[in-house]
């Protein structure tokens, strides 16, 4: 099997795992599993992807784009960093790690006794961990709260970073997981 072909069974393994696309609300599985996906890949990832369809997932190949696209070198880097794209000085450029839109997400978190795994060192305003809290909030909280904070945290940023993470043309993997991360988002309004 090539390179390009375990990658695009990568990708074929995502919109499989991902698939609810109905008109009904995301559950708090899907954004779980959807924050799992952005994590640097790893064992674990593999794994449940597996579990999820018949396909093999190569995880030193997309931990060799994760790498490209999200942490660089290069220009087609895209943090996926709440803050790099609320935080800037202008709409166009990138702000820093641990902005103001960090401390604010932070808030939400320590609002509900809840924080980052002490073993993440990911900012608390990583994609991830956004879509983890979505999951936290879609389980024990109303469709109110979560609609809130998706307004007020990742759906004010996401498509900046999709943008972005588009321009870099990721591999088909990471096409698929933030295609169907956008589209979850969008449908998180919907009602319960």
């Given at each position: 099997?090539?390179?390009?072909?375990?990658?695009?069974?990568?990708a074929?393994?995502?919109?499989?795992?991902?698939?609810?696309?109905?008109?009904?609300?995301?559950t708090?599985?899907?954004?779980?599993?959807?924050?799992?996906?952005?994590?640097?890949?790893?064992?674990?990832?593999?794994?449940?992807?597996?579990?999820?369809?018949?396909?093999?997932?190569?995880?030193?190949?997309?931990?060799?784009?994760?790498?490209?696209?999200?942490?660089?070198?290069?220009?087609?880097?895209?943090?996926?960093?709440?803050?790099?794209?609320?935080?800037?000085?202008?709409?166009?450029?990138?702000?820093?790690?641990?902005?103001?839109?960090?401390?604010?997400?932070?808030?939400?978190?320590?609002?509900?006794?809840?924080?980052?795994?002490?073993?993440?060192?990911?900012?608390?305003?990583?994609?991830?961990?956004?879509l983890?809290?979505?999951?936290?909030?879609?389980?024990?909280?109303?469709?109110?709260?979560?609609?809130?904070?998706?307004?007020?945290?990742?759906?004010?940023?996401?498509?900046?970073?999709?943008?972005?993470?588009?321009?870099?043309?990721?591999?088909?993997?990471?096409?698929?997981?933030?295609?169907?991360?956008?589209d979850?988002?969008?449908?998180?309004?919907?009602?319960?």
């Amino acid at each position: 099997m090539t390179p390009a072909t375990r990658n695009n069974d990568s990708a074929v393994a995502v919109a499989d795992a991902f698939d609810d696309t109905g008109d009904g609300p995301p559950t708090a599985a899907r954004f779980a599993a959807l924050a799992a996906c952005w994590r640097q890949p790893d064992d674990d990832l593999q794994a449940a992807l597996a579990a999820e369809t018949d396909t093999t997932v190569d995880a030193q190949s997309l931990r060799a784009e994760y790498t490209r696209l999200f942490v660089g070198p290069g220009p087609s880097q895209s943090p996926p960093y709440e803050s790099v794209y609320r935080d800037g000085e202008r709409d166009a450029d990138l702000g820093p790690v641990y902005g103001s839109s960090t401390q604010a997400v932070a808030r939400w978190y320590s609002e509900y006794g809840l924080q980052p795994a002490a073993s993440e060192s990911a900012p608390p305003d990583h994609l991830a961990t956004e879509l983890e809290f979505a999951a936290y909030l879609r389980e024990h909280e109303g469709a109110e709260t979560l609609e809130q904070f998706l307004t007020e945290h990742p759906r004010n940023w996401v498509e900046s970073f999709a943008r972005r993470v588009r321009d870099a043309d990721p591999k088909p993997f990471y096409r698929t997981l933030l295609n169907v991360t956008v589209d979850t988002l969008a449908r998180a309004d919907t009602p319960l």
